[in-house]
């Protein structure tokens, strides 16, 4: 079982767009884990876009993100991630 302070340090290196105290690990730690974020981060979100269309994929991207509402969040990241870095966003 994980601790909770190497839990939040995954948080940490995980929502690096994020400031460490405005409650966003709280909420996406009651839908899903550190790693998921990190791999849809990592994907681009294309991978979770892709189920959510329908389309087949390998992965359930939304049940790992604990269902559609926090798939919502995982979504919302991302979208956060790439506007708090417009430099990663134009590459």
């Known amino acids: 079982m994980t601790s909770a302070p190497h839990h939040r340090s995954t948080w940490a290196r995980v929502l690096t767009h994020r400031s460490p105290h405005d409650g ?21 979100g294309r991978g979770l876009t892709a189920q959510l269309d329908a389309l087949p994929v390998e992965r359930d991207w939304v049940g790992e993100c604990g269902g559609l509402p926090g798939a919502v969040l995982v979504l919302a990241e991302l979208d956060a991630s790439t506007r708090d870095a417009p430099s990663r966003a134009t590459r």
Do not use: I, M, N, S
């Not at 966003?24 to 681009?44: F, Y």
């Open 24 to 44: 966003r690990e709280e909420q996406l730690a009651r839908w899903t884990t550190p790693d998921v974020v990190a791999d849809v981060l990592a994907d681009g």
